[in-house]
């Protein structure tokens, strides 16, 4: 249980850079994974556009707005007040996205957790924004086609210690890998989970857990990855595989203990 004497303050502050205009979806799916996952505070940095959307959605979410109508082009201020930061679901691969993607990771505080997913993989993996940009303590969660866009056919394991980064590589027992050589398969999950914006739901929670300062970051993405699964189990229990969809993961959440210690 929590301490009493806590306030939303003690939890973390996320900040989420997700969605564009006409694929807001995503963004609200991770923005309400995030806080159902326990941190304090979610900030969700959007284009103009899709500010009604998501205060309509999701009225718990604070929102950064991009002087964009319709996509992310500019890096949010003032970082360094965020204790986690994730980027990438929904906000496509124009040319103005890709170069505010690369002043993010030029800008982002030394420390401060960063999820990479989606369109933020993509934009890595195009012409001249491929590995070698990627920054070490970030988290990335390809899956396998990302991947191999990214990698090619490289070890998962040596790209995670060449790079200093953890690498979740989605799939159906879906492995983490660390720097430091440790490689954790997940079993928990089932096939109904393969539906849209399933992966959206994994990078609100891993957002959520890591925003809270845990002391081994890998131990807390390993354990995203585990809840992931484990709601989508909780999920068919009461309706069948087929009929899952990602609101239906986000809705598991509020039956799961997530206990962060050791912070």
Not at 49 to 61: G, I, L, S, T, Y
Not at 166 to 189: C, F, M, Q, W
């Amino acid at each position: 249980m929590r301490n009493q004497e806590t306030t939303k303050h003690d939890y973390g502050h996320a900040l989420l850079i997700a969605g564009a205009y006409g694929r807001m979806g995503c963004a609200i799916l991770a923005a309400k994974a995030a806080l159902r996952s326990g941190c304090g505070l979610v900030s969700v940095h959007q284009p103009s556009r899709c500010v009604d959307p998501m205060q309509a959605a999701f009225p718990e979410a604070m929102v950064s707005i991009d002087p964009s109508p319709t996509l992310f082009s500019t890096v949010p201020p003032h970082l360094d007040r965020y204790s986690a930061i994730a980027v990438g679901p929904g906000i496509g691969t124009d040319p103005v996205t890709a170069e505010a993607l690369m002043q993010l990771l030029a800008e982002r505080p030394a420390g401060t957790p960063l999820v990479l997913d989606a369109d933020a993989l993509n934009i890595l993996a195009k012409e001249n924004h491929n590995s070698e940009f990627i920054i070490p303590n970030s988290i990335l969660t390809p899956h396998a086609r990302e991947y191999q866009r990214l990698f090619g056919d490289a070890d998962p394991a040596e790209m995670a210690r060449r790079h200093n980064v953890i690498i979740v590589k989605k799939a159906h027992r879906t492995r983490v890998y660390s720097p430091d050589g440790r490689v954790y398969e997940n079993l928990t999950g089932n096939a109904g989970m393969a539906t849209a914006g399933s992966g959206d739901v994994l990078t609100g929670i891993l957002l959520g857990i890591i925003s809270q300062n845990h002391k081994d970051l890998y131990e807390s993405v390993c354990m995203a990855v585990r809840i992931h699964g484990q709601i989508g189990d909780l999920a068919i229990e009461k309706q069948s595989e087929s009929s899952l969809i990602a609101s239906d993961l986000v809705e598991n959440l509020r039956n799961v203990s997530i206990e962060i210690t050791g912070n």
